[in-house]
């Protein structure tokens, strides 16, 4: 993820070849549709392709951000599967549709205006969810933990705002306290001093706004002098690790904590007692995985659960299809979110598995969304939910 | 970039939209004009136009409602498919895109006959894998797996690579002509008649009509499915290579072996083209790559050094023992003629070739190395055909020609033997800094002089219509006939009028 790429750098090598859209590298032995976008509305236009040929008729001036220009750019969840797909390699269509995002803003015609009460709420409350800041951290108050801003800790929980704010992911948080505390560790929370990491504005295409919080959060933990940061939100996460560094100095390492989870069962820290007699199968949540990488770490901890069988689908890792909830399309567009996420959710019901689990509040909740939308025969759970059902006592 | 406005009169275009809206629905139509933008040119450097209103067709039918509209109100209607440089693709005269890359259903594998039927909209990624289970491959061309099957065979060339010196993939065709009349060509033709009737034969009783649909760029009708060749796996697939010295030993091993039947197909490469994919297969860039100086920097003509001045790929497929016999008789042909079996050399020297034609020659895989090649610059597409003593000729000449007139970047090329060494197709391919108009404007000026050039000295033909030269009116009898059959199927000449195939280029 890079905020500095020259435009025409990521423009001008698009061929038009049409491999951002769908798994057709060489050694695939199935061709399946990849970018969300481009398979619902069918125009070369909504393909990572596409989105660098609207950032070069923006450039030389044909096209000028308006209606039309954002209709397309923000029916696109930025999943990155196009960038990981691009045979040209050198293209960032997530990259250029970000820039074309930020140009929309400026020229007042993004966010949509559906989505555009996200940032309003972000600015007046430190969250896009329209809740008053003392709505935060309500989940924790009967659990006395730790604050890094009272007491030195060495790991800091950065809750997020889905884990803290919606009363349905809140087992997010309450699952991953539960863990920190049953492998002893010395963490602690931000509770109300915490802000939203901002990437539902940066997503959105609101720079400045993005800017602002970026600087403040990261002033903020590098004054703690933890030694780690963990989060349980894949965007949390990626915003974090890969955009903060490009506002400024970053002084903490950060986590995403089914990492963390993963080494804590790898040194005994935590002891997974309990069977789950269960399939299940794992949707990477695009910012855990082609933003950061992170693929394995999920996996083995399902495998350290007795009993537990997992199943892959068809696309899975970098070729993973986006569950659909991402960059403001769940609140922009929710049909189109709830398409993409139905498609998804077919596929996990095609393994045979019971349970859907990915690692991420927001894929959860628009994935939960659709399960209960169609009555599709699966649980849709978190791996902590996993987890601390293996735990046990 | 150019990008002219549409030339179509805003209020007509305003009716057809409605009209199309009215009878196909808002989700296969629209004039959003980011979405016009992307469908005004391709990654040439060449002027884009941008079109009035875009429609996905999902069936046959949709493409007869289009074009009755079109007809009824004489708009442009330019049908595309996935292509990545195709200048045919271009609505110059503005009007309605048809793009037909909905239309994606392989309707039949028939593996007793060996064809396929397919639509225009299904990629090569996708046909081979499809086809892989049956143990059967397609022609692959250099293009990648994201693009249309039908829309390169329909521009030949692209699709000439795996067929025995048979320049064509296309059985037949169905076509939808501007009044609505569907075609079906071959022995598919008689299928209103007889039921029974397949395509597994491209001629009949009655004149072979493929020809007229093939390289017309949609100017004569919409094609909406055909029927290609496809090509059993046999018991063996091998591509031992063979290294020369000079373009002309390369060009008479590959007749040699073509008229022989040692093989099924034949290309040769230049050092240029075989460094850049080497360097690309293994993933490095080639701007940091030390090769960069060799392959850009080095005239194009010249000795390489250490490495050969051409590779010959030689593509086999049959049984074991008959192909170890075969590439014996390669190896003392090469001999023969200053050459050298290449195999465990290129294994070692140029890995990232050596995968890549693996993965091309024998697994049959749709090439992706190369469009990474385009964060280079973009590629033209200097191909012609010409008989092989002309085409040693005109390598010398052609790249000299090209490289010396001030691009600034490299040129280099591949070259097929085709229809048993009858023809020899080179495409010298030159690229330039995708962000310099001046550098454009030279290159197609370079490009244009060419092929004049070409054409004059040494009887070469470029393999398809470029957009750019009137070759209609330097085709004699033959361009009078092509006119006549252009005004009596489509007479309000709506299809792809901006190509001007017929009247004069642009």
């Known amino acids: 993820m890079n905020m500095t790429l020259p435009l025409e750098m990521l423009m001008y090598t698009c061929p038009k070849c049409k491999t951002c859209t769908a798994t057709m590298h060489p050694g695939e032995e199935v061709v399946e549709s990849i970018c969300p976008a481009f398979t619902k509305y069918g125009y070369f236009t909504y393909s990572g392709g596409g989105k660098c040929y609207t950032a070069q008729g923006i450039l030389e001036g044909v096209l000028e951000p308006d209606e039309d220009m954002a209709e397309v750019i923000y029916h696109c969840t930025l999943c990155k599967a196009c960038s990981e797909q691009c045979a040209a390699k050198s293209i960032e269509p997530s990259e250029v549709a970000r820039m074309v995002r930020r140009e929309l803003v400026q020229a007042g015609y993004g966010p949509p205006p559906e989505a555009q009460g996200l940032v309003k709420s972000f600015l007046q409350n430190n969250n896009p969810y329209g809740a008053p800041r003392r709505m935060r951290n309500r989940w924790s108050r009967k659990l006395e933990l730790k604050s890094p801003l009272k007491e030195k800790v060495d790991t800091l929980y950065f809750v997020g705002c889905t884990a803290d704010l919606i009363p349905q992911r809140n087992h997010f948080a309450l699952n991953t306290v539960r863990l920190l505390e049953a492998a002893g560790e010395n963490f602690g929370i931000l509770g109300e001093e915490e802000f939203c990491c901002g990437a539902t504005v940066f997503n959105l295409g609101c720079m400045e706004d993005f800017k602002k919080v970026a600087a403040k959060n990261i002033e903020t933990l590098n004054s703690l ?169 | 970039m150019k990008v002219f406005s549409s030339p179509v009169d805003s209020k007509l275009a305003e009716d057809a939209y409605l009209k199309l809206v009215d009878e196909l629905g808002d989700e296969k139509v629209t004039r959003n004009r980011t979405i016009l933008f992307s469908y005004s040119g391709t990654a040439l450097p060449i002027p884009k136009t941008m079109p009035d209103v875009v429609v996905r067709p999902e069936s046959v039918e949709d493409v007869q409602t289009v074009l009755r509209i079109a007809n009824q109100l004489i708009i442009p209607v330019t049908p595309v498919a996935s292509g990545t440089l195709e200048p045919s693709i271009i609505p110059k005269a503005g009007g309605i895109v048809l793009d037909t890359y909905a239309m994606d259903r392989i309707r039949e594998i028939n593996t007793d006959s060996g064809y396929a039927v397919i639509e225009p909209g299904v990629p090569m990624g996708k046909f081979t894998r499809a086809l892989a289970p049956h143990n059967f491959r397609a022609a692959l061309g250099s293009f990648p797996p994201g693009n249309s099957v039908l829309l390169n065979y329909t521009l030949r060339g692209h699709g000439t690579h795996r067929s025995n010196g048979i320049d064509s993939e296309i059985l037949g065709l169905e076509v939808v002509l501007p009044d609505g009349t569907v075609v079906e060509t071959g022995s598919k033709a008689f299928s209103q008649t007889y039921p029974e009737s397949t395509w597994h034969s491209p001629w009949g009783p009655l004149p072979d009509l493929r020809g007229i649909f093939m390289n017309a760029c949609g100017t004569l009708g919409v094609i909406t499915g055909g029927a290609v060749r496809i090509y059993d796996r046999n018991e063996m697939q091998d591509a031992p290579l063979y290294a020369f010295n000079s373009y002309g030993d390369a060009v008479d091993f590959m007749v040699k072996i073509s008229r022989a039947n040692l093989v099924e197909h034949v290309t040769t490469w230049h050092w240029g083209l075989y460094t850049i994919i080497n360097t690309l297969e293994a993933g490095e860039e080639m701007e940091t790559s030390d090769e960069y100086t060799i392959v850009f920097l080095v005239e194009p003509w010249q000795d390489p050094g250490d490495r050969p001045y051409c590779v010959v790929i030689p593509v086999m497929t049959g049984f074991k023992e008959d192909l170890e016999t075969h590439t014996k008789i390669m190896d003392r042909l090469a001999k023969e003629r200053g050459g050298r079996p290449f195999n465990q050399e290129c294994q070692e020297r140029f890995p990232g070739a050596w995968r890549y034609w693996n993965n091309y020659a024998i697994k049959h895989e749709p090439c992706i190395a190369f469009m990474r090649g385009f964060a280079l610059g973009y590629g033209f597409m200097h191909i012609l055909y010409a008989e092989p003593k002309k085409v040693v000729e005109l390598e010398k000449f052609g790249l000299e020609y090209i490289y010396t007139r001030g691009l600034q970047y490299g040129t280099t090329y591949y070259s097929h033997c085709l229809d048993q060494g009858r023809t020899i197709f080179l495409r010298i391919t030159p690229f330039v800094d995708p962000a310099d108009e001046a550098e454009h404007q030279n290159a197609l000026d370079i490009y244009k002089s060419y092929v004049e050039e070409g054409m004059k000295r040494y009887g070469a033909t470029p393999i398809r219509y470029d957009g750019l030269v009137n070759y209609v009116d330097k085709a004699g009898g033959f361009g009078k006939l092509m006119k006549m059959i252009k005004q009596a199927i489509d007479p309000n000449n709506i299809l792809n009028p901006g190509l001007r195939i017929y009247d004069q280029g642009w």
């Open chain 1, 225 to 393: 002098e933890v030694e780690r940061v963990v989060t349980s939100c894949a965007g949390c996460y990626s915003i974090l690790r890969h955009v903060y560094p490009e506002v400024s100095k970053v002084e903490f390492q950060v986590i995403p904590f089914v990492e963390y989870l993963q080494e804590l069962i790898e040194r005994g820290r935590l002891r997974l007692n309990n069977e789950l007699q269960a399939k299940v199968t794992y949707h990477d949540p695009c910012h855990l995985g082609r933003y950061s990488g992170v693929y394995d770490a999920p996996r083995e901890v399902l495998k350290a659960i007795p009993g537990l069988k997992l199943e892959e689908m068809g696309r899975i890792r970098e070729k993973s299809w986006c569950c659909g909830a991402g960059a403001g399309v769940k609140t922009a567009f929710p049909d189109f979110a709830m398409w993409i996420g139905e498609q998804r959710v077919k596929e996990a019901l095609d393994t045979g598995a019971e349970i859907l689990a990915s690692s991420c509040p927001f894929c959860e909740g628009n994935l939960a969304d659709v399960v209960s939308a169609i009555k599709a025969p699966i649980q849709v759970k978190d791996i902590t939910d996993l987890v601390v059902e293996a735990l046990g006592e």
